[in-house]
């Protein structure tokens, strides 16, 4: 269909509630339609209708429309045509516009009427390309976040108003774009539902007939609007820093009426304070030595409690602080507390700002190139226009920042690397990786996470003086060394990218990079020698493989035509094997330099080459150099077990996982550290002050050697400090274990699961939150209750992680909605933060050991693993107990909130290490032992008299 689109047309806005979202089987419950013209609501029609069939009761949950509402009704053959005319020369515009307009349309055919081929706009791509940072597109959360009215959500006539209002929101929104946006977007061979592309149409048009001067905070850099970054003025570090307020009345008035007087935060300030004041002047520091190490409860507000001391000695002995937390969730969080809070508090300008790697963030030359290339996916295109809209509003060009749907991780990789010819870009001097260092070099506060800090932080001589270190949540770190620290070389994998590189190189037809090679005159000298490389390079890792194969694989062979196994491997049987056969490694890594060496005078010669090259010739040879620096990363891996086998033999694990596929097998070397000791002292602690380590939950038992050891830390020279509860949990919350649950790991266990989860969901209707340590135990259960009648005629709604949405929507909708039961798996154990209503029950399912996933952890300790006592006790054991805490501290998150902690593992109740794991659980929490005959009449008395 042509398209005919303007703007000042009706659009008829339209939204319907139905029986099934099948229209072959569904019916209408209710229909509305706002009319809007000219960016105007002029207009509303709105009904019940008879679908003449049952209500289901999910759809009588969220609709609240029930079978009395439509009783007295019309049928839609009553409605239709009326509705048929209204909707006559108008285009049909609704947030997700293919369910909505066939539906319809397949009601007018039943009926007996014409099928309507009006033009037709979706709000909800219009949305996504326009709005591309926002958190949910669902029309009750995308009208909040715009602050659109929505009363009534999933009711059409509440829908239809909200999106009558979006789409006007949106036609205005795109008006504003820069003509060059607009142009670009028109460019794109981009494909939305129906007609949608058009209403960028009419933007540009309505640009062009009155062309307005771009807005002074946008630059055009090769025919890309971007938002204009400016350098930041340098902090006045000249300027006197009044003392630190040590003493309460100093404090109040510096807190003013914008910060609560709590006693442990502000003992905690000057804990902070004191101890690294004393340490200022010491010259040398032992690695590990002098640290400080405080459990902060929530509540308590440990974050403003170590920033407001460490601004005061930052901008005092003129060193950066750099705090580091396990997720770039709590990164903003911290950010964001240091730009609303603690500048408002301070007398004197301190800076923030987030740090992450490369792959984070946007290069805008690759991007550029990117939009010359049709690469025949409606998801890449889609994602260029969210991009071209982006780009107009941020400052970062972090990734992260966007929604993005449906893009793969090849094409982001291809959006991050760097240009073939970074000098010559146009973008040169406006990079947003750059802007990242620009700003750091002027913040107080580098927040990173973990793994960031082990990766790119590590052995930081970059920094002018040794920064100050707060290792938020440090009991992750050490297992992010670990899982850092291991390494997998898939020999399969390298043998398949030599043979892609040959093919890039060789192929007459495209992708090939033989064009680009006959331009720089290159095909009689570079070529023979790449081909005679990558040769080499294929005979000896397939030499390799089979040598590995015959070593430590064949005399252990078990028969296999599918999946994979695991072979271990001990240090002194592998180096032996790389000195006995230290002339092949020599030589791989010998034709890998010459293959890089290769490609450093190829891209020598095309930055000298006074050649044009196409797009596509430039995007080949992206790829070709990317394919190269594959080789070159592989090559390093290899090179870092060599290197791991020289210094941390005796700390690290070593085994091969051979894979079945399609009658073929490949080897994959891995290895990794299994203590962290080495690393934190020769990698981390020298480039800092001593480190600062907080967290909520960071002990273990009353000696915690578990903390200490992994973080290398000497516990007589740490000043330690655990801050008592700040919550009153005898009357606040209750913890109920039930004595006669049958072992998580017998057969009945999961039924037993399921009828107590059941029994809770009809006994009380509240938000409860499940933890689960099984993914697919919890796919079971939840597969379970979809067919129960007893859920599907409750008020309750379950939704589980990775089925119904990821954690951040789940999260999002504990905090908006009521009567759910959320299905979590480990990563709702912490970092969580649900107040007040949002969960009043929090149910774990088992004690949450982790089960061994690879051959490394069998061998963390020793040869014979994971099964021995000692290994149980001092890592299993300590991990376990430290997530129990963490997914008890789920429930209450605020001195008013209200709730109940149940575990359904006996193992709590009835083994010697499970009285351990309570001991470490908060002492006023009261603590109760039940048969689970008696836990409703418990559940239903405790929030009974909650309400009392």
Sequence with gaps: MANNMKKSDVYAVVDLETTNNQRQVGRIIQIAVVFVRQNEIVNQFSTLVNPGQPIPTEIKKLTHINEKMVQEAPYFEEVAPLLHAMLEDTVIVAHNVNFDWPFLNTEFERVGMA????????????????????????????????????????????????????????????????????????????????????????????????????????????????????????????????????????????????????????????????????????????????????????????????????????????????????????????????????????????????????????????????????????????????????????????????????????????????????QASKFKSFEFNQRQSILAQQATFLVVNHSYLTQALHGAEAFDRRPYLVADEAQHLPEVVLNKSQKHLNLGRWQQQVHQAGILLNNQREPSIQPVMQRLRAEGKLKPK?????????????????????????????????????????????????????????????????????????????????ERFSIDERQTLADFRHVLMQLNRQAEQFRQFQNNLADYAEVSTFWITESFNNNENTLQLNGGLVETEDYFKQQLYPYFQPPLMVGATLFNSAKSNYLYQGLALNHDTAEVEKFPEVFDYQNQAELVMLTDAPVPTKAEYADYLQQQLLQLL??????????????????????????????????????????SGTRTKLVKRLQKESNLMIFGLLSFWEGVDLPGNQVEMVVLTRLPFEQPQTLATYNASQPGGVGNEHDFYQKQLPKAILRLRQGVGRLIRSKTDRGMIIILDSRIVHKQYGKAMQKMLPDALPKLELKTADLPAQVQNFFEKQTD
């Design 762 to 803: 009809v006994t009380i209707p509240r938000n409860t939150l499940v933890l689960f340590t099984s993914a697919d135990l919890m796919q079971r259960v939840f597969t379970w209750f979809q067919q129960q009648s007893a859920y599907r005629n409750s008020p309750m709604t379950i939704l589980a992680q990775g089925i």
């Design 530 to 610: 790449l081909n005679a490389d990558f040769d080499t390079l294929a005979q000896l890792l397939q030499r390799l493989q089979q040598r590995l194969y015959r070593h430590f694989v064949m005399n252990h062979h078990v028969m296999a035509t599918t999946g994979q196994q695991n072979f271990a491997m001990q240090a002194s049987d592998l180096a032996q094997f790389m000195l006995d056969y230290d002339a092949d490694l020599a030589q791989i890594w010998k034709t890998n330099q010459s293959i890089q060496n290769l490609l450093e005078q190829m891209m020598e010669q095309f930055v000298t080459s006074q």
């Design 115 to 422: 099928v309507m081929e009006n033009e037709a706009v979706d709000t909800v791509t219009l949305s996504q390309i326009l709005w591309p940072t926002l958190d949910s597109y669902r029309l009750s959360e995308l009208t909040k976040q715009l602050g659109i009215a929505h009363e009534n959500p999933h009711r059409a006539d509440s829908d239809a108003r909200a999106t009558g209002a979006l789409l006007i929101a949106a036609m205005q929104k795109a008006e504003t774009l820069p003509m060059m946006t607009l142009q670009q977007l028109e460019a794109l061979p981009l494909v939305l539902p129906q007609q949608t592309k058009a209403i960028f149409s009419l933007a540009l048009q309505e640009n062009q007939a009155h062309p307005k001067p771009l807005a002074e905070y946008l630059m055009i850099i090769d025919h890309l609007a971007l938002r204009r970054f400016t350098q930041p003025t340098p902090i006045n570090l000249k300027s006197v820093i009044p003392p630190f307020p040590k003493k309460e009345k100093q404090k109040q008035q510096l807190f003013a009426d914008q910060l609560e007087y709590r006693d442990n935060q502000v003992k905690l300030m000057n804990q902070v304070y004191e101890h690294y004041e004393t340490l200022e002047g010491t010259d040398t520091f032992v690695p590990g030595e002098q640290a400080m190490v405080v459990e902060a409860p929530t509540g308590m507000g440990k974050t403003l409690g170590y920033l407001l001391p460490l601004a005061y000695l930052a901008r005092q002995h003129q060193r950066q602080v750099v705090i580091s937390t396990p997720t770039k969730v709590l990164q903003r969080q911290i950010l964001t507390t240091i730009e609303t809070t603690l500048k408002d508090l301070l007398p004197f300008e301190v800076r923030g700002v987030q740090l992450k790697g490369q792959d984070n963030f946007l290069n805008l030359q690759s991007f550029r190139r990117s939009l010359d290339r049709d690469d025949g996916s409606m998801a890449l295109q889609f994602m260029k226009a969210q991009v071209l809209v982006w780009l107009t509003e941020t400052l970062t060009g972090d990734l992260d920042e966007l929604n993005l749907n449906n893009v793969s991780y090849e094409f982001l990789q291809k959006l991050t690397q760097t240009a073939n010819n970074p």
